[in-house]
């Protein structure tokens, strides 16, 4: 489901569901905010990569899942989505992304709790939001306002429409573009030269930086929480399962 290796004082955790476009399952929610947590207390980690294996970064939350829970079945999860949610808003250090292929729902939303960004000039980001008949998600209705201002938050996490990663870096969500094949080299010697920093100014800089916002975003995660909740199984969400299921567009005409 993930690997993670160490390189000096970086370690790098890699999604590993490359079949599923690295999709999120409650198994992968669960493994991800292990590995974050075994970060966060691990005083030889200085700084955090995360990237996706394959051709994708992460498809975000497994669709097929979702539509079971939609449906009403409960899967047990020892943190979830939103447990994960929580300790990136708190991660004391440096997160730094290689988005090194397609990033969609939390594939595009983890870029704004992230400290740095790197993308694949093949790379591309969605949020799906409205096209699922769900509500944003991992804090994005504050992150995303406060990186590149509430017009271009306004339609990222509206209109469902694919971002280039020319586009993300215009906006501010992405630091650098860099060559596909050059992606990992470039993202690690940013990430190495942090990671040779004194770890306790890492996280003093880090929380001067994010310290004001985090209250907002665990604010924002609960409201949207609660919207999320209000919305998935309505009719615009069973719409939306339902045409993923039979491979066709929703039509929404007719729901409110």
């Known amino acids: 489901m993930i690997e993670v290796t160490n390189d000096g004082r970086v370690r790098t955790i890699t999604l590993q569901r490359p079949e599923a476009k690295n999709a999120m399952s409650v198994a992968m929610w669960d493994a991800t905010a292990q590995a974050f947590l075994d970060a966060q207390d ?4 200085a700084v955090v990569v995360l990237t996706g294996s394959g051709d ?8 097929i ?3 079971r829970m939609a449906m009403g079945e409960k899967i047990e999860a020892t943190h979830g989505f939103a ?8 991660f004391p250090k440096p997160l730094v992304l290689a988005v090194n292929g397609m990033g ?3 594939g595009a939303t983890i870029l704004g709790v992230a400290d740095l960004v790197f993308m694949s000039s093949e790379a591309r980001l969605k949020c799906p939001f409205t096209t699922l008949g769900v509500a944003p998600e991992l804090a994005s209705s504050v992150t995303f306002p406060n990186l590149i201002g509430r017009q271009n938050a306004a339609w990222a996490l509206m209109s469902a429409e694919w971002l280039t990663a020319d586009e993300c870096k215009e906006m501010g969500l992405a630091y650098k573009v860099c060559a596909p094949d050059e992606l990992m080299d470039v993202t690690m010697t940013h990430a190495l030269t942090l990671a040779s ?4 100014s890492l996280v003093a800089c880090k929380r001067t930086i994010v310290g004001p916002l985090q209250p907002l975003m665990h604010e924002a995660h609960e409201r949207e929480n609660g919207e999320f909740a ?8 069973i719409e939306a399962m339902t045409a993923f299921a039979e491979k066709r567009p929703p039509n929404f005409d007719g729901i409110d």
């Open 42 to 45: 691990d005083s030889s980690v």
């Open 56 to 63: 994708s970064f992460s498809a975000g939350q497994d669709v």
């Open 83 to 90: 447990g994960l949610t929580r300790i990136l808003i708190d």
């Open 65 to 67: 899942e979702m539509g």
């Open 104 to 106: 969609l729902g939390f």
């Open 197 to 200: 920093r004194p770890i306790s």
């Open 230 to 237: 209000v919305l998935m199984g309505a009719p615009a969400n």
